[in-house]
């Protein structure tokens, strides 16, 4: 079973229809993100969380919102889905330390199109 | 602005061929590792460096860290159509971040 389960995987919504995502992980890290992925343009950061408590915007947050349900739980909201939110999205985790570098795992990611 | 450049941005060879890419930056870096994604799949993490001018090898792969901490390089040698994929490299900017900076990749196709 994967470490960083995402659900669902594919999703075809039309416009102005909530989404949500949703993340759920058995590695134990207390760190959350969510991540978009377009053509051309590479992954790009939306929130993090560090503890369930924390909320943190990334470079891309407009359009987004998250929750952290618990320290294993984090997911991506669309209240009104737009065309050009259309994209491949993962959650990832990272553990917390004195000697931490970042590395980030990954889910196998959420296709969302939006018509 | 990309703040981490990767070059080539594609790549098609033979299986048995030799390939460097790289990953260049104007900013300096704690930390940069590199990521494989395949299609349908998340990235997974190949390797962590950290000090400047370090060289790590994972088999036929070996990464290396710019002395001045503001480049990378991975370097496979006799590819296989199982490296086929995209690879991004991601560098933390300082000590005290936590964030990740990920350049767009570069998509490597491994002809049998």
């Known amino acids: 079973d994967a470490d960083v389960t995402q659900t669902p995987r594919n999703r075809i919504t039309k416009t102005g229809k909530r989404i949500m995502l949703e993340c759920s992980q058995t590695?134990?890290?207390?760190?959350m993100y969510w991540y978009r992925q377009d053509p051309g343009l590479g992954l790009r950061l939306i929130y993090y969380s560090f503890d369930v408590k924390d909320i943190n915007k990334g470079e891309i947050s407009d359009g987004y919102s998250v929750s952290r349900q618990a320290q294993a739980k984090f997911s991506l909201s669309l209240e009104s889905a737009i065309p050009n939110q259309t994209a491949l999205y993962f959650c990832?985790?990272?553990?917390?330390?004195?000697?931490?570098?970042?590395?980030?795992?990954f889910g196998e990611g959420s296709r969302l199109t939006v018509l | 602005t990309q703040l981490l450049e990767q070059s080539p941005q594609f790549l098609s060879i033979q299986e048995g061929e030799n390939l460097t890419v790289y990953c260049n930056s104007s900013?300096?870096?704690?930390?940069l590792q590199w990521y494989r994604q395949e299609p349908g799949e998340g990235p997974v993490l190949l390797v962590t460096?950290?000090?400047?001018?370090e060289v790590k090898k994972l088999k036929r792969l070996t990464f290396q860290f710019g002395d001045a901490r503001k480049d990378s390089s991975l370097h496979i040698t006799a590819a296989q159509p199982g490296d086929t994929g995209l690879y991004l490299c991601?560098?933390?900017?300082?000590?005290?971040?936590?964030?990740?900076?990920f350049g767009k990749g570069t998509k490597l196709s491994v002809i049998p």
């Open positions: 991601a560098g933390v900017l300082g000590a005290g971040s936590y964030q990740l900076t």
């Open positions: 590695k134990g890290h207390d760190r």
């Open positions: 900013s300096v870096f704690s930390s």
């Open positions: 460096v950290v000090t400047g001018g």
């Open positions: 990832a985790t990272s553990p917390t330390g004195v000697a931490n570098t970042g590395e980030l795992f």
